[in-house]
């Protein structure tokens, strides 16, 4: 791949043992201390001692397969800047919160957040096979290392039911793909059982960091519960190797449409050229990106954020100069519980009585009338004015 930041990994499973393919035996043998990292990688004296503090702030946990694709010498490889813990997040930046994104106020019972009118999130497990460290949902994840208990499930499901406007549920957490498959069939059935439940989606990072939790047998159990859709967070073109695109080969030809969801961050992947790559490796893997999200104001981790202005420029980058399919949607997950909220390159000079002016990709201005009213020339003027400072 052209556009990395370390030697590239070796992934070839020669000399693993069988079990390796076993996602088990992937959580079995997560790395969760300096000792067991030190064996794979050479790490930074500022590594070791963030890893020995982590456990007090968010706690470290990687795959084998995980930790078999970063750089053994290079600090600065954008896989081990996800996983490995930065003394940078001890700090917290006065902007930054516990719960960035108000979760916990649009939330009527335990594990469910109610924010849009029709859908909902579910967060079914505190679990992931690898722990991000630009989690946004810090505050909770890895904490307990448990699932939702059933009873908190049921309570979910009963205000789903009540609420009849509902009728898409994302199942996130934690990664749900954590769940055992007869958990997380119970899970599906229930809420596929609901008669105003159309739509069932799970946010999940398994493809990336626990492919081997991609079976035949699970895909069979997912696709009895279609129209079900899965949006997996990928952040780099690193991640995509033989492994992850054979997860996503098995989940696509089970039925299930695939998309992204990517966190701009600071070093591992601000640069036009890396999102580019990553968007067409995807694409090839039949997975369609979907989101990219700017660094929500989670506590500690100030040092992934990236400029606004970077993730405009990004986009910009995209839109026109490859296929639209590539193109997600930037957006910042406003502060408070505003939700979602779409931002990019502005591509609207003027609107007025005589209709639009407008800039294409390339930079260049055109003019749509509507009502059949000539633009005068002060509108052209002003637009023009206008234009050069949406260019600066
Ligand atoms: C992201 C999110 C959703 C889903 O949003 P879409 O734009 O439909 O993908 C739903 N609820 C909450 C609370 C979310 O954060």
Redesign the pocket.
């Known amino acids: 791949m052209p556009h990395t930041d370390c030697e590239p990994p070796d992934t070839s499973p020669v000399s693993w043992p069988s079990n390796l393919n076993d996602w088990f035996w992937q959580l079995r043998h997560r790395i969760t201390t300096v000792g067991q990292l030190e064996k794979i990688i050479n790490l930074t004296v500022e590594e070791k001692r963030a890893i020995q503090y982590s456990n007090k702030i968010f706690k470290m946990a990687i795959t084998p397969y995980f930790a078999s694709l970063l750089s053994k010498d290079d600090p600065n490889c954008p896989l081990r800047k996800q996983c490995i813990p930065s003394l940078q997040e001890f700090k917290t930046n006065i902007n930054e919160m516990s719960d960035p ?1 108000g ?1 916990e106020e ?1 939330s009527p019972v335990p594990g469910l ?4 009118p029709d ?3 579910l967060l079914a497990t505190d679990t992931c096979a690898t722990y991000c460290r630009h989690c946004t949902r810090r505050r909770i994840v890895g904490s307990s290392e448990t699932r939702m208990s059933t009873a908190n499930f049921h309570q979910a499901v009963n205000y789903i039911k009540e609420h009849k406007e509902i009728r ?1 549920v ?1 199942i996130s957490g934690g990664d749900p793909l954590l769940l055992s498959d007869e958990k997380l069939e119970y899970f599906l059935k229930t809420l596929r059982s609901i008669e105003t439940i159309e739509v069932i ?1 799970i946010g999940t990072r398994a493809p990336v960091t626990l492919p081997q939790r991609i079976t035949e047998k699970l895909c069979s159990m997912l696709k009895k519960y279609q129209p079900l859709y899965i ?1 997996i967070h990928f952040n780099h073109p690193k991640e995509i190797t033989a492994e992850s695109k054979k997860a996503c080969n098995l989940l696509s030809d089970s039925g299930i449409p695939l998309g992204s969801q990517s966190v701009l961050l600071k070093g591992i992947n601000d640069k036009p050229q890396i999102i580019m790559t990553l968007m067409h490796e995807l694409l090839k893997i039949r997975v369609r990106p ?2 990219i999200y700017q660094c929500d104001l989670a506590k500690g981790t100030s040092h992934f954020r990236t400029n606004i202005s970077a993730g405009i420029k990004i986009i910009d980058s995209l839109r026109g100069h490859t296929t639209g399919y590539a193109v997600p949607t930037y ?1 910042i ?1 406003a502060p408070g519980g505003g ?2 909220v779409p931002i990019g390159p502005e591509y609207l000079i003027s609107k007025s009585k005589s209709g639009v002016i407008i800039k294409n990709y390339e930079g260049k201005m055109f003019v749509y009338p509507e009502n059949g009213k000539p633009f005068t020339q002060e509108e052209i003027d002003k637009a023009n004015r206008q234009f050069s400072f949406v260019k600066k």
């Open positions: 994104c979760e649009d957040i109610h924010r849009y859908r909902v999130l898409d994302l989606r949006s979907y989101y957006v997950d939700g979602k």
